[in-house]
């Protein structure tokens, strides 16, 4: 293993370039290992995660080694107590690896030099000085919580036209987003978490001059009590979706989450979204719902290069009548359907059972798949042919809802024996992963029955919301099974709603 060609020991280190814990072994095991390590680490030496004290001081102590002796005794004149290595050589020339910018990591690290805010900022200039020196060229930023005004210093012009990926929030200046669209016109991913009720026009400049925008996130984090002013020119969310709307052709992952849109802009987003019609991957969420009429506008919605599709929002039956649209319209690549499931009496059957034949008459290549049904005949059926049909299911949620009626827990124990009856003849051999929720309770014997059956296909995980698992009966008999390798594992968790719906 330790006399792997290079090349291969480079692809195999580049798996594990956000695992930093993994690389560190790596650099152990000896010089040719630990020569192919250190590039794939250093290319983003700032993705450790949590508050690691002895990383960051492994860091300070290697940036600070770079710094001009001048500045240097700037630092020890504030009684900043620099380490031993800053006077020996390196083994590496690490900053040329580095690829990327955190500034909330470099605030962290710059913070074990001194604890006054003037001393902070002035080392993280320093900082800044010497990574647009040092680096080739700069691929990924993150801008949160940002001060200094980087696109000034020096030879940063010539590093920032590589940036391919920026990580930034709206209460950021305007004045740093025009900086930027001077020379950023190339990224591929922007992750944007919006804190602010006003606009940003630096931003929306920003996102105007992109030449092969690719990956687009939009996140409110607002407060609840925010008022957005009905003057339209005043408003944060317009300029963005009119700016996004010139990158539609380009866009093939498009994730935004509003916390709540004004008539205009409901009016506004269904539109936008008919022109991105290379989209790969759609997320809507967050605390908005479309009336009949922008909902017939999005039903129009046609993406046939779609593979993942989640949907977030809280309006629960215009949800399910959407993504059937937009499966019918073309669900020939999907393989990811993810919503949150709400239930809604009104004409729930016919939505739920609508989607469920969608799914089967246009996915093919379905793997992950949330579903909710109410417990009838039909719709049990309808299901088994879905399972029968969707041979590449890997991943299913599946939420039973009797709407408008209250279950016994005898009608509760029946509906959970017609599921488990009904994966037991028609699961697909795929199948790894089932998430229960809902109105349906598996009993000891039909437990253990189901159990006894899937033995022999691929190990099972397992998750639930209901307690009655958490008994010593239902455990000692999962603990069984899990022993014996049919149950790879079985978890009780409680998520915001009652349903882990995510990825």
Known sequence: MSKLNKDIL????????????????CLMVNKSWCKTAVPVLWR?????????????????????????????????????QLPSISNKSLSFDYLSYCRSINVITINRITSIGSTSAYDQFFIQEEFYLLLMRKCPELRYLDMRSIKHQLFYFPEAKARFESLCELKCDTSIDSS????????????????????????????????????????????DDLFEDYIIDDDEEDDPYVGILLALEKNAENINCLKVSFQEL?????????????????????????????????????????????????IDYNESINKLDFISSIVENGGECLKKILFKPNYDAREFNDYSLNFIRKIYQNCPLIEYLSISFSPTTEQFSEFEKLLKICKNLKSLLIVIHNSGKVETQ??????????????IRSAPTNLREIRFYDDFKFSLPNLETFFKNWSGRPALSLTTNDPIYEGIQYKELINKYKSSGVIKDFKYVVFRGGVDYRL
């Not at 920003?206 to 690719?214: A, F, G, H, T």
Request: net charge positive; proline share 2%.
């Open 176 to 219: 740093y987003f025009y900086g930027l669209s001077r020379c950023c016109k190339n990224i591929q991913v922007l992750i944007i978490t919006n804190k602010v009720i006003i606009p940003n026009h630096g931003l929306v400049k920003l996102i105007e001059v992109q030449e092969n925008l690719k990956h687009f996130e939009w996140n």
């Open 262 to 310: 004004d008539d205009y802009q409901h009016l506004l987003f269904p539109n936008i979204l008919l022109k991105f019609y290379n989209l790969k991957e759609l997320v809507i969420g967050g605390d908005i719902s479309f009336n009949n009429d922008q909902l017939n506008k999005l039903k129009m919605v046609v993406y046939k290069k779609l593979e993942i599709i989640k």
């Open 410 to 423: 005898r009608k509760f124990l029946k509906n959970g024996d017609n599921l488990l009856k009904l994966l």
């Open 10 to 25: 480079y692809l195999i280190f580049e798996e594990f370039q956000d695992d930093l814990k993994s690389l560190f072994s």
């Open 44 to 80: 983003n030496p700032w993705s450790y995660k949590g508050n690691n004290y002895r990383i960051k001081s492994s860091l300070f102590t290697i940036i600070v080694y770079y710094l001009f002796d001048s500045i240097k005794e700037f630092i020890t004149s504030k009684v900043i």
